[in-house]
Nanobody, 126 residues
């Protein structure tokens, strides 16, 4: 079992930055890949970024490459998502997710993940 808690969301103007954090408990968190997904109104949950269990490999959606950076600190059971140059289309609820069956290469589909946080709202004004 693992519990995930996101934090760091908020309201920011276009071009601004936010830093999201996902804190987890248990060995599943440190031994598994972690992904961030976003859910905007009227849209399906979408892959944003993912990181392997040891932080060696990172993956990004094309829409955020060069703007977002995912990182993890297993000693602190934390994964962060640094979001720079935010755009109004980044507005969404952001969730972190993990699954004990996924360690090295994150899968980009939400259905692959059994454990989710409660989400944190990111709102980017124009």
């Amino acid at each position: 079992q693992v519990q995930l808690v996101e934090s760091g969301g908020g309201l920011v103007q276009a071009g601004g930055s936010l830093r999201l954090s996902c804190t987890g408990s248990g060995r599943i968190f440190t031994n598994s890949a972690i992904c961030w997904f976003s859910k905007a109104p009227g849209k399906d949950r979408e892959f944003v970024a993912g990181i392997s269990w040891n932080g060696a490999n990172t993956y990004y959606a094309d829409s955020v490459k060069g703007r977002f950076t995912i990182a993890r600190d297993n000693a602190k059971n934390t994964v962060t998502l640094q979001m720079n140059n935010l755009k109004p289309e980044d507005t969404a609820v952001y969730y972190c997710a993990t699954d004990p069956a996924i360690a090295a290469t994150p899968l980009f589909t939400p259905a692959a993940y059994d454990y989710w946080g409660q989400g944190t709202q990111v709102t980017v004004s124009s």
